[in-house]
């Protein structure tokens, strides 16, 4: 995964260039947090408590299983950042990539807490996140974005939907099929990210982020694409019924 880190200073933005949802999911969620919904996609513009099973003290949403499940999500940005200013800062502090920039994307990542066997994933020398800057050790279940340019009219903060999950409808598919291997007490963490998509032409030097060194490297790319992307800005935890 290609990758950059934001930088703290962005998070301490003016509240004047916020693009807030309504009032009722920062009051019950907080800010940073991704919102949860078993019940159907979020609206911007209006908080329905019911829509939502969270735990204030866990910290986490409940969705239930079952043939019929549905997972819907909408980031809610720390206070003050916004989707526009978050891409500025990729563009503006990691451009390395810059000259085969392709499109802007929101991104989405999903892990989980077992395999499709069954076998728990985190443990002390990989631990579940504990803060939204947290991204888990292993491979994430499904990642899915969505052009910028391409959002849902004018709902710049619009999330994740069910229904169309990203480009590629396969990732819905895969995500489905895990999911059915689920048991009570399995667990999801999401995250939220920011960037652009790029493509080197095959036999190029492309810069890469390594993120076990936590470095930039060059290689020779393939011709497929990569992502620079921000640190998490969202995240949430999800424990299924």
């Known amino acids: 995964m290609k990758q950059f880190i934001l930088p703290v200073m962005l998070l301490v933005l003016s509240t004047a260039y916020a693009e807030d949802p309504a009032p009722g999911y920062v009051a019950q969620f907080g800010y940073g947090s991704i919102v949860v919904s078993g019940a159907g996609y979020p609206p911007l513009n209006a908080f329905d408590r019911t829509q939502f099973e969270y735990d204030p003290v866990k910290k986490l949403f409940y969705v239930k299983l079952g043939g019929a499940m549905t997972i819907d999500m909408r980031q809610i940005l720390p206070k003050g950042l916004t989707i526009q200013r978050c891409l500025d800062a990729v563009v503006q502090e990691k451009g390395k990539n810059l000259k085969y920039r392709t499109v802007d994307v929101q991104f989405w990542s999903i892990w989980a807490s077992h395999d499709a066997a069954g076998n728990r994933l985190d443990d002390p020398a990989r631990p579940w ?74 036999g190029l030097a492309e810069e890469q982020w390594d993120s076990r060194e936590n470095r930039w490297v060059s290689r020779v790319s393939t011709g497929a694409a990569g992502y620079v992307l921000s640190d998490p800005i969202s995240a949430a935890t999800i424990e299924l019924r």
């Not at 279940?141 to 994740?160: H, I, K, L, P």
């Not at 990732?171 to 999401?190: D, F, S, W």
């Not at 995250?191 to 080197?200: L, S």
């Open 129 to 202: 996140p504990a803060k939204t800057g947290d991204v888990p050790r292993w491979d994430p279940v499904v990642e899915c974005y969505w052009e910028q340019q391409a959002r849902y009219g004018g709902d710049t903060t619009s999330g994740f939907r069910w229904d169309s999950i990203g480009p590629d409808e396969s990732r819905r598919e895969k995500l489905k099929a895990y999911l059915a291997t689920c048991r009570p007490g399995h667990k999801l963490y999401v995250v939220f990210r920011i960037g652009y998509a790029y493509r080197v032409p095959a």
